[in-house]
């Protein structure tokens, strides 16, 4: 059963990215790019939803292996396929510069040890697959050790604690700079793991889910947003102090990521009335948005490169064409590439 909220804001976070890569800034917060938050908001979306497939995976009881073996298998099956597609296409039709090194690219290396400029978008489905790799072993023996629900929360925030400081550690003592730190995925799976701690309170029963606390969790998660993307505008002009400041490349990219995870406790229990025609339409236009991010995202950039599509002296009709050949393109490989590959899964899984 769809969640409209969540996929309300996976139709957001999309649409921050489309609109960033067709070349629209927005004044004042250039070097945070508008397609990173997107990127951001779908971190803390993905650490939700995953985190309560795990979580209701290792309430079934199986051994680790068993529950290890099932949930790499959705999660490699819904990834992998299309994935491997984009990028044999772009090596076969578009660009084999790359050479020999699209290995990192399909070992999910490229962040760390070659560069994503293959393929730009893939700088975040790195840090998505490497915590795929390592939350459901966390988890398992988190919650098999320590069982009692106040010692899973402490853990998950120990979690955070350590993951912060080995961030400050290594920006101290490698100084790098904010575009270096934000795509290293040993150092971003707070941005995921927010959202699993969300999902675990959301399974205990919390009140953060009810009113009217979820409203007030969504004022603060608000006014952190606005806070750190009113400091980073502040610091960036008219000097860029970015790559100087500590705070942006440490605590910072935690901030950003714990303000949205705020907001998922009233985007998961809001209400939508479908009855009229034009919100019947809305609900069809998220709803199938939120299917189709995955591979939108993949995509877009090729679609965005193709200047046959430029049919018009219009930026804004070109843009609206290209946005519709996204979505066509998009629900292709969903309905008959994506979905074929999601049914061959289940022969896979242990039930």
């Not at 990028?87 to 578009?94: D, H, P, S, V």
């Not at 402490?154 to 904010?178: C, D, H, K, Q, W």
């Not at 400041?245 to 705020?262: A, C, D, E, Q």
Request: hydrophobic content about 55%.
């Amino acid at each position: 059963m769809r969640n409209f909220g969540l996929d309300l804001l996976r139709c957001i976070s999309i649409w921050f990215v489309i609109i960033e890569h067709a070349g629209i800034e927005v004044t004042g917060i250039s070097r945070l790019k508008i397609g990173t938050i997107g990127v951001e908001i779908f971190f803390v979306i993905s650490g939700f939803l995953i985190g309560g497939i795990l979580l209701r995976d290792i309430d079934k009881g199986n051994p680790l292996f068993i529950t290890l073996k099932n949930f790499w298998i959705r999660r490699w099956f819904r990834i992998l396929p299309l994935y491997y597609g984009v990028l044999i296409f772009q090596y076969i039709f578009i660009d084999n510069t790359v050479g020999k090194n699209i290995i990192y690219y399909f070992l999910f290396l490229q962040n760390n040890f070659y560069g994503v400029s293959f393929l730009r978008v893939s700088w975040s489905l790195v840090i998505e697959e490497w915590f795929y790799i390592f939350t459901p072993i966390f988890l398992f023996f988190v919650i098999k050790w320590f069982k009692k629900p106040n010692w899973i929360y402490l853990s998950i925030i120990g979690f955070f604690i350590v993951e912060i400081t080995l961030r400050a550690l290594y920006v101290s003592f490698s100084n790098v700079p904010y575009k270096g730190i934000i795509g290293s995925f040993p150092f971003r799976f707070d941005a995921l793991f927010v959202g699993v701690l969300m999902a675990f309170a959301y399974k205990q029963g919390s009140n953060l889910f009810k009113k009217p606390q979820r409203i007030t969790l969504a004022v603060i998660g608000l006014s952190l947003i606005v806070f750190y993307i009113s400091a980073f505008k502040h610091f960036s002009q008219p000097q860029d102090l970015i790559d100087k400041i500590y705070f942006f490349r440490t605590i910072g990219l935690f901030v950003l990521p714990f303000g949205f995870s705020l907001l998922l406790p009233f985007f998961h229990e809001l209400a939508f009335n479908s009855e009229s025609i034009i919100n019947k339409l809305i609900l069809k236009f998220v709803t199938q948005t939120s299917l189709l991010t995955y591979a939108i995202y993949l995509i877009h950039m090729q679609i965005y490169s193709l200047n046959i599509l430029e049919l018009s002296n219009s930026d804004a009709i070109n843009f609206l064409i290209k946005v519709l050949t996204i979505y066509i393109v998009a629900a292709l490989l969903y309905y008959f590439y994506e979905k074929p590959f999601l049914k061959l899964r289940e022969r896979f899984v242990n039930q």
